[in-house]
Nanobody, 116 residues
């Protein structure tokens, strides 16, 4: 059974940076497409970015293009989301998601708050 653990959330001022990580145990990254999602209060969960665990191909939502960078470390079985130029509208709970042959797996989420 795949298990996911997120870390790196917190409070940051507008314009600041944070790095989120999602550590996976139970299977290698190669089997999955890994996504970062976020959900703000009163809003639906939305995809922020995704990365192919096998070939490293990436995609980004228009709202974060140029500010966020997703990466993976297959040796550590970890996926990271480097967030820069943070805006108040980036405030949300961020979740990692692993989609693979046996289904979808979600991390517990980590809060990111962008506020002065």
């Amino acid at each position: 059974q795949l298990q996911l653990e997120e870390s790196g959330g917190g409070l940051v001022q507008p314009g600041g940076s944070l790095r989120l990580s999602c550590a996976a145990s139970g299977a290698p990254l190669d089997y999955y497409v890994i996504g970062w999602f976020r959900q703000a209060p009163g809003k639906e969960r939305e995809v922020v970015s995704c990365i192919n665990g096998a070939d490293g191909g990436t995609r980004y939502a228009d709202s974060v293009q140029g500010r966020f960078t997703v990466s993976k470390d297959n040796a550590l079985n970890t996926v990271s989301l480097q967030m820069s130029g943070l805006k108040p509208e980036d405030t949300a709970v961020y979740y990692c998601n692993f989609r693979g042959p046996e289904g979808n797996f979600w991390g517990p989420g980590t809060q990111v708050t962008v506020s002065s």
